[in-house]
Structure formats: structure tokens, C-alpha cells
């Protein structure tokens, strides 16, 4: 492992990755391992062509000059001119390099070069600064890659922070000479259509001292020393060494204004809503116990569908007295469901904040029907109804089936006949080319909305439900709603117990690094995630 830092600086050896292997199997995905299996036969056939191996097609004969012998032909790897030697380790990953660099002396030489570095930084962590300007001075494309982009890989993307009941949503970006950790934080109440507001809570950098160096952005002071330690596999930390550059002069009361100004854009005196200003402060001195010592567990973007009515993604959405909360809205073959990544005391973060049955559409009536609360409460009422006897009816069948292979048979003809004459019975395809005309929509009398402007429009309407619950998570319980479908970045969702509308828009912020790498891993997060901020 020291000859491999000597000669690179990145990674380890070849034989010290097979020495701790078996080491590291728990704490690595099967991704990382196929990773690994596929740098080694790159690194093993590099060899064999330097040994001469045959990595060089030998049954040509070559132009004339070739026959007689005026220009030698490549026998092995190593007999290729260096630019083209720097051509084919650029296009490599930067983690087979150190590999390649203990092959041979020749090599190791050429990938001192700053061409193969330049590329590596640009292909794999999407630099689009002019390196070579940063050549110039005191930073090399070489020392970006080994000492600051390649060692906190693992950190880039999208994570949660453990705040308790509000969670939230980091993005780790690479900015230049910096990877910075940004907080996106909704607009300000009620203005759910604004674009997103970002605060630096952390950056690392290379300056003088060529050496990764983190420090912590919270606070009115200006950076300052700050930590990061990575735990466990997508998890880190993070810790300010000076938190006394997050105090102001005027004390508690001069750090709760500042905050209520960033935080909601007013002051105190502006919310006249009694139970909002104790929800306000109770966040307050929540949230500022961590100064910004915080734990981050990674999340994913849910994967995209093909030509869907309303693409998976994150929103913002209202939760009248909390304020705007971001959810997270992916599919799952006949539901569509939206997990909370900020939450609040009564359902915290990581949560199932809606639960939309996409079976079970819902035909809006004429305009002047839709005023009222009796008439939307009777639809989607009556569908409920029909879920739960449907529910009841497949605990009763499972019941016959576990005494009777007979009944088992005849209760699910009996469920499937059921099914194919009932109007909710059919999958209502969440993905469609041609969308569907647009139709006239206007709230309940009586059901208030954080925004009185919303569209007058929709594309489709479902049943779902909503949880709701009181203070601290206490009797969480699942109520009937109407899920809107406004367009592709805007949905809504009318929650009749509560007679209040919540409107959503889309996140548009390009969000690197989030992808999950399957269905599955995404599918465990989402499970993972629940349990984080119960």
C-alpha cells in the first residue's frame, strides 16, 4: 500500500485489494466489487502486453516501408510512442491508474502527465472550470484528482441529514477547487412555485498547503475549521471545531431573528397565527442544538419512467402551519407515493406522506358540483368504502385459502369477477404519449389553501390517502383524499378530514450524483428511510 501512495497516491495495489477483500465484502455493494474484479483484468492484460502477450495484432504486414524494415513495429504496450500511450490512460478510470503505474517504470513516468488528470476530472466529476488555468497555479489536475476529488468521492450526491422529526436535503457538489455541501431549503411560505434557496454549510479545498481542508460554512463569521468522517458506508458526519463563529453579538434573541428572517422571511411580529409562532421557535431551538454537527445517511432520485403523465422526482409542497416541505414522489407499479425529505412534529421526514391509488380514478362533476364539500366528500368517500371491502374481502379470501384449495379457487373467481365489473377495477397507466384533455378544476367551499392561486385546470384526478397525526407522531392514521394532477411539474391533494389543499411543484435543480444504481438499492433506501426519522 505505501509503494502505491508513492507512486500515485490514489487507491491501493492490486495485491493489497486482494489481501483485505474478504475484509471489506460487508461494508461494500456488489457494484464496487465487479468495480474492483474489472480494474484488475485491465491491469493484468496491460501487463501481458508489456511482456509482449499478443496485445498487438501480429499478422499484418504493414505498408512497404514496414516490409523493409525502415520502421520497427510495436511488439508489446510499452513499444507505443508516450502520446499515445497518454491517449489510452486517459480514456481509463482514475482508479486503475495507481495499477497501471506499478506495471512499469515507463508508465509511471507518463502518468505524471496533466492531459490524463485533466480528462479524469472532467469525465468523472463533470469539471467544467478551465484546468489549465488552475495548472498555472498552484494546483495540478493530478493533485485535484488524488488529494481532493478522488478521496471524497464517496461523499458527492444528495443525503438526509438526522435533524430529528425535520430531516432535510444536502446536495454534495464539486465547484472548482472546492466540494461543497449545500442545504436546499424551501421558498419562502406560501410560494411553492419560487426556485430553491441554498445555504453552504461545508466546503474542502486545496490551497497553499496541497493538502484537503475542511471547514464549516454555518454561521454569519465566515469559514471557519470543520471535520468530516465517514462512518459507514453512505453515511457521513460532519463537526465544527469552532462554534463560537456561529454566536452573534446580541445573543439567542439577534440568532432567532436572523434565523426567522432566512427561515420564512419575516419577523415574529408579522405571524399573528399563535399556534405557527410556537412551531416556529420550537424548530429554532430544535434545529440550532447541532451547530451544523450533523450525521447524513445518502438518498437516491427515484428512476425516471417512459412517457408518463407526471415524471418521478422531489417537490415542495404546502403543510399549512409548517410551512413548505419537500417530498420525494416515485411509482411503484399501481400506486404513486410521496415520502417526505423535510418533515415537522406531527409526521417527520422520511414518512409516506401520500399514498395515491392509481386504480382508481376519480371523475370530477361540472364546475358548480365541485364548490361543494359534500360532493367531493361523497365520491371519494364511496371509493374508500369499495377499497376497504376489497381489502376485507382478500383478508377473508386468504383466510378460506390457507383451509381450502376449493374455496382458494373459487374466491378468486369470485375477486376476479368482481373486479372486471367494478368501475375502480382496471390499472389506470401512469405513463401515456398522448396526455389526456385538460379539465375545468376549482377547490370546495371551505377548504383552504395556502395558495389562492392555483391552476384552474387538471389533467386527472385519483384516490389516495394522506397521513395525519398529532404531536410528536402520536395516532398517525391514513385519511381519504383527492390527488390532482395539474401537469407535468404540479400536482395537488385535497385532504377532506382536514378540509385543507396542499399544492406541489417540481424541483427543478439539477441534482448530480443521485441516480440510483438500480431499482432495488432505491427501493431499500425508501425502506431505510423510515426508520432513520421515526
Not at 495484432?57 to 513495429?73: I, K, L, Q
Not at 458526519?237 to 456561529?246: A, E, G, I, L, P
Not at 397521513?467 to 385532504?495: K, M, N
Request: charged fraction near 25%.
Amino acid at each position: 500500500m505505501a509503494v502505491c501512495a508513492r507512486l500515485c497516491g490514489v487507491g491501493q495495489s492490486r495485491r493489497c485489494r486482494r489481501r483485505q477483500r474478504q475484509n471489506q465484502q460487508d461494508q461494500c455493494s456488489d457494484s464496487d466489487m465487479e468495480e474492483e474484479e474489472e480494474e484488475e483484468r485491465i491491469v493484468a492484460k496491460l501487463q501481458s502486453d508489456v511482456c509482449g502477450g499478443g496485445g498487438l495484432e501480429s499478422g499484418h504486414h504493414g505498408t512497404g516501408a514496414e516490409r523493409t524494415g525502415s520502421s520497427a513495429r510495436p511488439q508489446a504496450l510499452s513499444d507505443l510512442p508516450p502520446e499515445l500511450l497518454v491517449e489510452i490512460f486517459s480514456i481509463l478510470p482514475g482508479t486503475i491508474l495507481p495499477n497501471v503505474a506499478l506495471v512499469c517504470k515507463k508508465f509511471r513516468q507518463i502518468l505524471n502527465t496533466e492531459t490524463i488528470w485533466r480528462r479524469r476530472c472532467v469525465e468523472e466529476f463533470g469539471m467544467k472550470e478551465d484546468l489549465r488555468k488552475m495548472e498555472v497555479g498552484a494546483v495540478s489536475s493530478r493533485d485535484l484528482y488524488v488529494k481532493l476529488l478522488h478521496p471524497n468521492r464517496h461523499i458527492l450526491g444528495i443525503w438526509q441529514p438526522d435533524i430529528g422529526p425535520y430531516g432535510g436535503l444536502l446536495n454534495v457538489v464539486v465547484d472548482g477547487l472546492f466540494i461543497i455541501g449545500w442545504m436546499y431549503l424551501p421558498p419562502h411560505d406560501p410560494r411553492v412555485e419560487d426556485p430553491m434557496r441554498r445555504r453552504p454549510l461545508f466546503r474542502i479545498h486545496l490551497w497553499e498547503s496541497k493538502k484537503a481542508t475542511v471547514e464549516c460554512m454555518y454561521g454569519h463569521k465566515g469559514p471557519h475549521k470543520g471535520d468530516i468522517q465517514t462512518v459507514k458506508k453512505d453515511e457521513f458526519s460532519t463537526k465544527c471545531n469552532q462554534t463560537d463563529h456561529h454566536r452573534m453579538p446580541g445573543g439567542r434573541q439577534e440568532e432567532f431573528r436572523t434565523w426567522l428572517e432566512e427561515e420564512w422571511g419575516r419577523t415574529l411580529e408579522e405571524i399573528f397565527h399563535e399556534h405557527m409562532q410556537e412551531l416556529i421557535l420550537m424548530k429554532f431551538i430544535y434545529t440550532s442544538q447541532y451547530d451544523n454537527c450533523l450525521t447524513y445517511r445518502r438518498i437516491y432520485l427515484p428512476p425516471p419512467l417512459p412517457a408518463a403523465l407526471l415524471q418521478p422526482g422531489l417537490f415542495k409542497g404546502t403543510y399549512g402551519s409548517h410551512g413548505l416541505e419537500i417530498v420525494m414522489l416515485s411509482f411503484h407499479e399501481t400506486s404513486a407515493r410521496a415520502t417526505k425529505l423535510t418533515g415537522d412534529p406531527n409526521v417527520p421526514a422520511g414518512q409516506l406522506t401520500l399514498d395515491v391509488d392509481l386504480t382508481r380514478p376519480v371523475l370530477l362533476p361540472d364546475l358548480e358540483s365541485q364548490r361543494s364539500i359534500e360532493e367531493l366528500s361523497r365520491l371519494v368517500l364511496g371509493i374508500h368504502a369499495e377499497v376497504q371491502r376489497d381489502i376485507e374481502q382478500q383478508a377473508k379470501g386468504a383466510s378460506t385459502a390457507a383451509s381450502s384449495s376449493g374455496s382458494e379457487e373459487g374466491a378468486r373467481g369470485e375477486a376476479e369477477g368482481h373486479s372486471a365489473g367494478s368501475e375502480h377495477g382496471q390499472p389506470e397507466s401512469s405513463g401515456c404519449i398522448n396526455p389526456p384533455e385538460l379539465m375545468p378544476f376549482v377547490l370546495p367551499l371551505g377548504v383552504m389553501a395556502r395558495n389562492e392561486v392555483y391552476p384552474r385546470t387538471c389533467r386527472k384526478c385519483f384516490y389516495g390517502t394522506g397521513l395525519i397525526a398529532g404531536h410528536g407522531f402520536t395516532s398517525p392514521e391514513r385519511t381519504p383524499g383527492l390527488f390532482v394532477l395539474f401537469d407535468q411539474d404540479r400536482f395537488g391533494f385535497i385532504w377532506l378530514e382536514l378540509k385543507s389543499f396542499s399544492l406541489y411543484s417540481r424541483l427543478t435543480d439539477h441534482l448530480s450524483h443521485a441516480q440510483a444504481p438500480n431499482t432495488e438499492r432505491f427501493e431499500a433506501m425508501l425502506r431505510n428511510m423510515q426508520s432513520w426519522t421515526s
